[in-house]
Each structure stands twice: as structure tokens, then as C-alpha cells.
């Protein structure tokens, strides 16, 4: 009985921690987009369906401005080290609104499918600006099959796992 309550408590202990990335602190500097990495599944095995009709990875990015965003000439990337991995094509968020990555490694599918893919056992995802500065960044743990992790509310920096996910839309 011992053995089983030290086993819980340490697969307790281990989830807990997973659900507080790092990443930097959000910049409100006057002028700088207010685009956000806001929520992202890795194990997407029936949540929702790209247009191909396949189960991919994604990731959802979220505009906390009040005007739109052209996200050209953009980058995302899961390595920090790679901060042109992925370009964005032209592309508007609208304010307070949201778009849908498809991490599928799989470009022909569609403009809005990246060339890599999110790992479950954790991995920085990051989002550069044009001249590749870095914009927004976090650093997961493992992840679970159809459950995001996202920020709540929106654009923030409290993370949480989220059994029921909303992608392209705010998160609950």
C-alpha cells in the first residue's frame, strides 16, 4: 500500500510541475506586436481535423492588439536555436483573435502548415519577428493525447493543461 501511495504521489508531483513552462516574462513595450503562442496540442488523435482530414499537432497563436497583425515574414520554430525554421505566409490575425498552425511537417498540404512537429515529451516552441528577435517563447513538459496546454485567459502567463480544447477560439 506504502509502494502504490509513494507511486501516485510522484506521478502527482511530475504532472503538477509539467503545466508551468518557461518562458519570458510578456513584453508590453509601446509599438511591439502583442502576438502570443496561446495554445498548442501534441498528441492530437481526435480533437480536431485539419483540411485534409488528418489528426496533426497544432499550434494556436493569439493577437492581444487592438489592430490586426500581418504575420509575413514571421518565423515559428521548435528549436531556439532556429529562428527561421518556419516562415509565415502573408497572413492576418485579427484583434483580440486567433489562428491555427498545422505542425504536421507536411508544407504541401496548405500555407498554414508548418515543417516540423510537436513533440509529446516536451520542447521549446518559439515565435520570431522578421528580422528574427525573438517575440514569444515557452518550454513544455510531456503532454497528453487531446489535451492542450494553453494559456488562461488568453495571452497571459498562467498555463494550464485543458481537457477540453479550444482551438481558434478563447480559451476556457
Known amino acids: 500500500m506504502k509502494?502504490?501511495?509513494?507511486?501516485?504521489?510522484?506521478?502527482?508531483?511530475i504532472y503538477s510541475s509539467c503545466d508551468k513552462p518557461i518562458g519570458p516574462p510578456i513584453d508590453n513595450t509601446p509599438g511591439k506586436p502583442k502576438v502570443f503562442i496561446n495554445e498548442f496540442?501534441?498528441?492530437?488523435?481526435?480533437?480536431?481535423?485539419?483540411?485534409?482530414?488528418?489528426?496533426?499537432?497544432?499550434?494556436?497563436?493569439?493577437?492581444?492588439?487592438?489592430?490586426v497583425v500581418n504575420l509575413s515574414g514571421y518565423y515559428l520554430s521548435?528549436?531556439?536555436s532556429i529562428t527561421n525554421k518556419w516562415k509565415f505566409?502573408?497572413?492576418?490575425?485579427?484583434?483580440?483573435?486567433?489562428?491555427?498552425i498545422w505542425c504536421d511537417d507536411d508544407t504541401l498540404q496548405g500555407a498554414l502548415h508548418a515543417n516540423f512537429k510537436i513533440t509529446s515529451i516536451g520542447?521549446?516552441?518559439?515565435?520570431?519577428?522578421?528580422?528574427?528577435?525573438?517575440?514569444?517563447?515557452?518550454?513544455?513538459g510531456v503532454q497528453f493525447a487531446d489535451t492542450s496546454f494553453g494559456r488562461f485567459p488568453d495571452g497571459t502567463n498562467n498555463w494550464k493543461y485543458m481537457p477540453?480544447?479550444?482551438?481558434?477560439?478563447?480559451?476556457?
Open 3 to 13: 509502494k502504490i501511495f509513494v507511486l501516485i504521489f510522484a506521478i502527482c508531483s
Open 78 to 80: 521548435d528549436k531556439l
Open 123 to 140: 520542447e521549446p516552441l518559439a515565435l520570431f519577428t522578421p528580422d528574427r528577435k525573438l517575440l514569444d517563447s515557452l518550454s513544455f
Open 41 to 67: 496540442m501534441a498528441v492530437n488523435t481526435k480533437t480536431i481535423k485539419d483540411e485534409a482530414n488528418q489528426y496533426d499537432d497544432w499550434i494556436e497563436l493569439y493577437n492581444a492588439a487592438d489592430t
Open 89 to 100: 505566409p502573408s497572413v492576418n490575425i485579427l484583434p483580440k483573435g486567433f489562428l491555427l
Open 164 to 172: 477540453t480544447p479550444t482551438p481558434g477560439s478563447s480559451n476556457k
